[in-house]
């Protein structure tokens, strides 16, 4: 019997198989200086770039690609503005106050002079998390006020420790029109000029005054501190008030708002619209609030009457 002769790959010309490619593997990436300009040691987030770790030299060469972008998105970005504004004008949309308007829509400049004074004395009672939220909350009270073009006369009070090292995460907030104390409000402004927001008290403030300043307690707490800031007020022989929700609306719950839907509500009673017109531009809808009887004639099904919502973070007016 002939012997059948076993031919390898090399033999009957098969190539070996490919290799499969790493899909780890980039082009060589490009050597970074390590040096500035000074000749000192180029760091980030504090480290030596020469010391970073692969995970850090990634996050590293991340950000330079988005500093490298930055102008290119710019320019996208002012493109698709203008674009905007073409649009808005074709279809007579009232895009809002101008960049330019806005730069002078100041505090100092504005025309509105009622205070508001949030109330940082709570870094204790919160948790790192619930913190954090308090200081979002407050990014977006600022975004609101500077977007008026009639500004509050904003104040952050008791503004130390714990609540200052989170704000510090935001460069740049010291720049911000907004007043920043150390001090508590009572240490800052005349007793008989305060007003401290809580839905425990019984008085209704039903109109804004100009010489006063409305505290909103800077606490998120989930109810774990329910009367906090009405009993502080209490303490402190201070003037409280509620905002009139119960007048327009009736709630199953606990009136709980976040700060900064407080004060977007006083922003916009203060730019001239009703208190039912701020609850219902400005809140969230949910199942839970129904029209009072009085205003009863209100379409159910309007989308613009008040939707649901997840339940609020404690934050006072209404957040104790």
């Known amino acids: 019997m002939e012997e059948i002769k076993q031919l ?4 009957v ?12 593997q980039t082009e060589e990436e490009e050597v970074l200086p390590t040096i500035d300009a000074d000749g000192k040691p180029i760091l980030f ?38 674009n905007k504004k073409v649009e808005a004008k074709k279809n007579n949309i009232d895009l809002g106050p101008s960049r330019k308007q806005l ?18 004395s709570f870094d204790d009672l919160m948790i790192p998390k619930d913190l954090g939220k308090v200081i979002k909350q407050i990014l977006r009270v600022y975004t609101e006020n500077r977007r008026s073009s009639a500004p509050m006369q904003l104040h952050l009070t ?21 007043n920043f104390h150390e001090e508590s409000y009572s240490s800052l402004f005349p007793k008989e000029k305060l007003v401290y927001l809580t839905s425990e008290s019984d008085n209704i403030i039903n109109e804004l005054e100009e010489d006063k300043i409305y505290i909103i307690g800077g606490l998120v707490d989930h109810n774990s501190h329910k009367g906090i800031c009405f009993n502080k007020a ?7 008030g509620q905002l009139p929700i119960g007048e327009y609306f009736t709630l199953k719950t606990r009136k709980v708002f976040t700060i900064n839907q407080v004060f977007e509500i006083l922003l916009r009673v203060s730019e001239g619209k009703t208190y039912k017109e701020a609850f219902e ?33 404690c934050a006072n007016n209404d957040s104790s």
């Open 8 to 11: 390898n790959d090399d033999e």
């Open 45 to 82: 987030n504090g480290v030596e770039i020469t010391k970073l770790t692969k995970t850090q030299m990634k996050k590293y060469r991340k950000m330079l690609k988005w500093e490298a972008s930055k102008k290119e998105k710019r320019v996208k970005e002012r493109l698709k503005m203008k």
């Open 158 to 178: 008791s503004f130390t420790g714990k609540s200052r090292e989170e704000m510090s995460k935001h460069n740049g907030y010291e720049h911000w029109d907004m």
């Open 103 to 120: 730069k002078k829509a100041t505090m100092a400049n504005s025309s509105c002079k009622i205070g508001i004074a949030i109330d940082l």
């Open 13 to 24: 010309g098969l190539e070996p198989p490919c290799k499969k490619p790493n899909l780890d």
């Open 234 to 240: 209490v303490k402190e022989g201070i003037s409280h």
């Open 281 to 313: 531009s400005t809140l969230p809808k949910r199942n839970n609030m129904q029209p009072t009887n009085s205003d009863a004639n209100v379409d159910q099904n309007d989308p613009n009457s008040i939707e649901k919502i997840e339940e609020s973070e």
